[in-house]
């Protein structure tokens, strides 16, 4: 009666879309286009549920999910963290290739690299394939769409569409939410609990590294060559950097009173001058691009004539690389602050991060991608 059932959805949907006069968005109480005659068909045969997504939506979904895709910038992320993957029936262009700078990407390759394409991905805008995706016809979509886009794809395919979109910045509450949800989604919720309960704890295990150290004796820190919408150079920076925020560090970007990812005069960074600078080795071409038409400039920096120059691998990788993020600020810890991080080896640390949170532990294989945590030099 399943098969039954989504049927009758699917040429509801065809026809909505022909006809072209069909809803663009679906009710508050659910994401599936309404049939006359489904609703008595599913409850004499066919158990659902209703769950409320990051949205506040009401999605309705069968009992159990057989089937899964995902859409939109980090949603495939979290079905890999949950241990879904095996539900996964279809993926987007954007996670064809295998990239090691997307740890759950790299992990689990292997297995979508196959699969169909659902959608060209790349962001939080609409850019699913909606007749490949009603094709195969799986039991729910996974989002990170914003609302106007999955309430269109909603319209569109007749499929339940939960939103899980969750905020890039390292420990902000909805990546707890979104874990939770999807482990509700997919009947992982013993996994997802055991990562929520595991950030939890990390969380208090840097913040309490850090805590009795008097704010004027912190060493100020600037976190450069970030990648956001794709690579930058030097003056690429982040307020309200997480791994920073973590550990309780003085950021000198957070002065700029300006959230996320932006690009900073480089005399400005000048005039910070900050004791500690860490890159996104990523970017470092970009960097040397810079050097080479100004040494001069770099040279003055205090943190470069003394050698205290990082690396810090980038965790934005289309949405959060959460494992990533909470290695990056074990490792700024360890640079800032190295005598309450004395007992943190970054080798060990970043494979029990990737254990956890993937089950793989690739760390030298990040290595040897130039993906490191190390002192890392600007120029010759």
């Known amino acids: 009666m399943k098969k039954f059932s989504r049927t009758i959805s699917l040429i509801a949907a065809v026809v909505l879309t022909l006809s072209g006069c069909g809803q663009t968005s679906v009710p508050a109480t659910s994401s599936a286009v309404s049939v006359p005659g489904e609703e008595i068909a599913s409850a004499g045969q066919q158990a659902t549920r209703t769950v409320t997504d990051l949205m506040g939506r009401q999605v309705e979904l069968p009992q159990e999910i057989d089937s899964v895709i995902c859409t939109g910038s980090g949603a495939l992320r979290l079905v890999c963290y949950a241990q879904g993957a095996d539900l996964v029936t279809g993926v987007e262009d954007t996670d064809k290739k295998r990239q090691i700078a ?83 989604v997919l009947g992982r919720e013993e996994r997802c609990a055991q990562l929520v309960e595991a950030m939890e704890e990390i969380k208090q295990d840097l913040a309490e590294r850090t805590k009795d150290i008097p704010q004027e004796e ?94 810090l691998p980038c965790f934005n990788q289309y949405a959060t690389n959460i494992e990533i993020a909470i290695a990056d600020a074990y490792y700024a810890g360890k640079v800032l602050f190295p005598e309450q991080f004395a007992d943190v080896d970054m080798d060990q640390k970043a494979d029990e991060l990737l254990e956890l949170f993937l089950g793989a532990a690739f760390y030298s294989e990040m290595k040897e991608a130039g993906l490191s945590f190390e002192p890392i030099t600007i120029g010759p």
């Open 218 to 311: 912190k060493p100020s820190a600037y976190a450069g060559a970030v990648t956001y919408s794709g690579g930058h150079g030097f003056g690429g920076t982040y307020s309200n950097f997480g791994p920073f925020t973590a550990i309780g560090a003085v950021n000198v970007a957070d002065g700029i009173r300006q959230e996320g990812g932006f690009e900073v005069d480089l005399e400005q960074i000048l005039a910070w001058d900050p004791d500690v600078i860490f890159l996104d080795p990523a970017n470092m071409s970009l960097v040397q691009d810079e050097y080479a038409k100004n040494p001069a400039y770099f040279q003055s920096l205090r943190a470069v004539q003394e050698g205290k120059v990082y690396a």
């Open 102 to 184: 997307r740890p759950y990407n790299y992990v689990y390759s292997p297995q979508f690299q196959d699969l169909p394409s659902i959608g060209k991905g790349g962001g939080r805008g609409y850019t699913a394939y909606e007749e490949e995706i009603i094709s195969l016809q799986p039991d729910v979509i996974l989002t990170a769409y914003t609302s106007d886009a999955l309430e269109e794809l909603a319209a569109k395919t007749g499929i339940p569409v939960v939103s899980i979109g969750y905020q890039s910045n390292l420990f902000d509450p909805s990546v707890s939410q979104a874990l939770t949800l999807v482990g509700q």
